[in-house]
């Protein structure tokens, strides 16, 4: 080769490797800035604040299961201060959570769908639980079905979740509400009664159901579980605060399908934990919990998207009109919700 060509290709080579050098660093400015921004970016987050959530709750066992998030951790690890404020009824959490004492809580349908008007509308979050045999009617020795039941005297606070409980029964055996003597009170007062014969049935759920039938060797004549039941129990909030704490109620929801998928990889710990906080045997709160469908993933989708929940509510408000009784409006403005919880199952899966 001669001189002039062993120039040329040496010009050539540095170029090459002049060229190689700007392009490798160019990748490395890129890698190193990309970097950067990620640390930036995860230090954001980091620092971002979530505020705390306060939630009404009340004893029972669709609602108590969330007293796992707090034993192990479950919301702490998803950047939450979650305060559970215990109450004695859900009607009294709802109105809580309507007037802005609560940001959000654990309701029935049916007591978010018959609550107070105010200058807020209600939300419905997502599904925590269906009754699915949990709840029910005893009855005394001699009455043996809920055909039975026609001029009887039959305990259902009216518009609770009791009263909806025995509007269904009556429906599905095609009994008009005012062929039965409903006595509005309280379940302890109701299971007195039972004991002293001075009721023909009443509606219960368990474990005072099944203790009740067996006290007075009666008869439990319907439960949930013989139909696709309305006594479907709900987190919700307010229609502003669903703007105001959107990230805190999505990482609400998230933390509760954590709760879920343990139900269902580890119950034992579950009731466990749960049953521990509440003061019980875990086998007892397990029972209780296996009348009920589980709020996971699953019933949520089939529960909003499907057009379940709209359903349920006119279904509801076409039962309670059927008995005036309780003196109660149903609602038209429930907001379903469903951008939270479809946000919280798509993040939740990744």
């Known amino acids: 080769m001669t001189g002039k060509a062993q120039t040329g290709t040496t010009q050539l080579l540095r170029r090459c490797w ?18 950067v921004s990620l640390i930036v970016n995860a230090c954001s987050l980091a620092s971002q604040q979530l505020a705390p959530l306060r ?15 707090q034993e192990a951790g479950l919301f702490k690890q998803r950047g939450l201060d979650v305060q ?14 309507l007037r802005g004492t609560l940001d959000a809580t654990f309701a029935s349908l049916w007591d978010v769908v018959q609550s107070d008007s105010g200058s807020d509308k209600p ?3 997502m599904v925590t639980n269906i009754s699915h045999g949990a709840d029910g009617i005893v009855a005394q020795p001699g009455i043996k079905s809920v055909a039975n ?16 409980i025995l509007l269904e029964a009556l429906k599905l055996h095609q009994i008009k509400p005012e062929e039965v003597k409903i006595e509005d009170i309280s379940n302890e007062i109701a299971v007195d009664l039972m004991q002293k014969k001075r009721l023909d049935a009443a509606v219960l759920w368990q474990p005072l159901l099944g203790e009740t039938a067996q006290t007075i060797k009666g008869n439990i004549i319907y439960t949930t579980q013989e139909i696709d039941s309305l006594i479907i129990d709900a987190l919700a909030s307010r229609s502003t605060i669903t703007r105001t704490k959107k990230a805190e109620l999505k990482q609400f929801i998230m933390a509760w399908f954590d709760i879920m998928s343990a139900v269902e990889t580890k119950p034992n710990e579950v009731f466990q934990k749960v049953g521990k906080s509440l003061g019980q045997k875990s086998s007892a709160f397990a029972k209780d919990y296996a009348g009920l469908k589980k709020g996971d993933i ?3 989708q089939q529960m909003f998207k499907s057009g379940r929940l709209p359903e349920a509510i006119a279904q509801m408000a076409k039962l309670l009109k059927s008995d005036p009784r309780p003196g109660k409006i149903p609602r038209q403005d429930v907001e379903i919700n469903t951008e939270l919880v479809t946000t919280a199952i798509e993040e939740w899966q990744l």
């Open 123 to 125: 939300a419905v979050l």
């Open 18 to 35: 002049l060229t190689l050098t700007k392009w490798r660093s160019f990748g490395v400015l890129c890698v190193l800035t990309l970097a």
């Open 55 to 69: 939630v009404g709750i009340t004893s029972w066992a669709g609602f108590d299961i969330a007293l796992y998030a």
């Open 298 to 300: 699953a019933m949520q």
């Open 149 to 164: 039941l026609r001029g009887k005297r039959v305990e259902a606070k009216l518009g609770t979740v009791n009263h909806l």
């Open 84 to 97: 559970l404020i215990r109450f004695e009824n859900q009607q009294d959490s709802t109105r809580a959570m």
